[in-house]
């Protein structure tokens, strides 16, 4: 396993790119830690699988450089790179056993008949294959065979790392629980270092130790999922992350109160006096509905009951609101306000998260 | 009007797809089919169609018996989970292309086109083309060309399944909004729990080629008529647990017991399935009624607002979901709560015996 270091890393399909417009990733300078599980977030287009790419050495980036433990691999070939890669579709030999499928890349590399025996009942262990190791590949479920993949991604101890593009598109729901949390014991048993590319927050969540959210070739944040849940720094992952993303309502700042349509709102602290357009971020986990004067003015439009909780959408003014209420709530067409934790409250310039005053940064 | 399947079955290559099925659907409502990949959806989908003959049984359309009608015959639209448009034509061409079909003025073809771009956020982009859009935005040209059909029947296999999340979760939160104005009757296919809560209407959960129950979106999520439904209407998955109720007692595991309380305390003697759902565990002692159980943690999963634990329970594997960020030591006991309003129990052939209180109470 190494370090992988992104320098001064861009990359446009165009030859002669002229702005930053023309670039399919924007200027990157980024360290992944030897043996930490990230996720790559973002919808498609945003340059998730072009960094990928040029990870695994599919593509050649057309600035900068990447580096395996301070080595230059820029223009290193895919195969010296020592890189597994698992892929949307699974890629199974369907006329080989499974044994066989996972013995293919030790086998490629002419290890010892011995170990690659040793190493492939190990690998069939750990992805709870023992049983079908004889069987032939073909005939197997898709995500017995995505199995195979992760499992072949993983026989070789020699790897930098491991990268996962999508690997669990096209499996069924109750499978992706139990691919998923058999990818966390492993990484959590081996600490290989994993990317995880994905569009589904639950995914890129759930799986790693830092999520990188990528928007428009741009990395916009780079996070622990508490701090994408709790300080969103740019709206962009407010709206991407959660279901519902973050309610965003233009404001002004008045000390430590925010007015929002004409209604005065306590923030509990300082922002000083950003430039820019001014918006108040609140996630629907930090709203609640209220009766009075307290909040926002709204009415309620509709409840949807989704099973472990309530989405509530409210019109205020003309712009949605979400709250999220617990599964049992009543929720009384009275409630004609909404109100929220002020902890929960951040406030944006120009789309991006201003610290409160005094917040160490 | 209304579509009725009276018992009908579908046999292909001498496997059954379909086993007998009785249905209603009626006009205006939204049917959910939730079921994993090969449980039934499509094939069902296509005898509701006319796309398949079935082996046995009937289908009536607004009382009129349809069984071998033609699909051109019936005034059904399709979405399915690829986007299918004519690349060559705009996408006004697109959306218009079945009514030009059907003949219709030049006015009244103008006129709907309009509104279902309208509605489906289009109206932008009629000039174009469907490769120059978004994968998005595709969709949602095949699903205005299936508004402007005006059909009776509306059928979306998956539609939103080769979408972005972020994307699934907006068109989720429109297409009820849309189509209830329409008057159809819709069927909508999805593996995904999820989005058969976001949707509403009604689910019909399916399961080896049959329906095992067919009601309101929220009655089945939360009074299930056995484990198969219950299992397939959850995600993450349901938790279950063999017990043994004796006398004022439930006993499971290895030598444990609890009292017998909520819906354990009506029971007759004898052995049971328990099931409840991950957000149901509890780090902490609720109430005084609260079982106990103690696992082992396998791995935590934190979404930032949420954390998932993976329990091995002596053998069993079992989810929860706990509100905030949690950090567990892994591979350590741990000990979780269940207040007994919240357990379903099935009996030995899977039939429902006792809904969870909370749920039925509500």
Known sequence: MAKITLDNLAHSYLPKPSGEADYALKELNHDWIDGEAYALLGASGC?????????????????????????????????????AQVFQFPVVYDTMSVRDNLAFPLRNRGADPGYIATRVQQIAQMIDMEAQLDHKARGLTADAKQKISLGRGMVREDVNALLFDEPLTVIDPHMKWELRTQLKSLHHEFGHTMIYVTHDQTEALTFADKVVVMYDGRVVQMGTPQELFETPQHTFVGYFIGSPGMNVMEAQLEGDHAIVGGNRIALGQGFGTPKGKIELGVRPEFTALAQGDAGLP???????????????????????????????????PDLNRIVFDPAGVNIYADSWRVAPLGEPS | MSLVLEGVSKIMGGETHIHPTDLELSSGTMNVLLGPTSSGKTSLMRLMAGLDVPNTGKVFWGGKDVTGMRVQDRGVAMVYQQFINYPSMTVYENIASPMRLLGQSKAEIDAAVRKAADLMKLSEMLDRKPLELSGGQQQRCALARALVKDAGLVLLDEPLANLDYKLREELRAEIPKIFEEAGSIFVYATTEPEEALLLGGNTATMWEGRITQFDKTPTVYRQPVDATTARVFSDPPMNFLSVRKAGERVEFGEGQAAPAYGAFAGLADGDYTAGFRPNHLELAKQTGDSMQFTGTLNVTEITGSETFVHLDHHGEAWVGLVHGVRNLEIGSPLTVYLDPKHVYIFGQDGTSVAAASYATAA
């Open chain 1, 47 to 83: 340059g998730k699988s072009t960094l990928l790419n040029i990870i695994s050495g599919l593509l050649h980036p057309s600035q900068g450089r990447i580096l395996f433990d301070d080595k230059d691999m820029t223009h290193a070939p895919t195969t010296e790179r020592n890189i």
């Open chain 1, 298 to 332: 709204i009415r309620i439009k509709r409840v949807e009951d989704v099973g472990r909780h309530k989405i509530v959408r409210a019109d205020f003014q003309g712009t949605e609101i979400n709250v999220i209420a617990e599964e049992g709530a009543d929720i009384s």
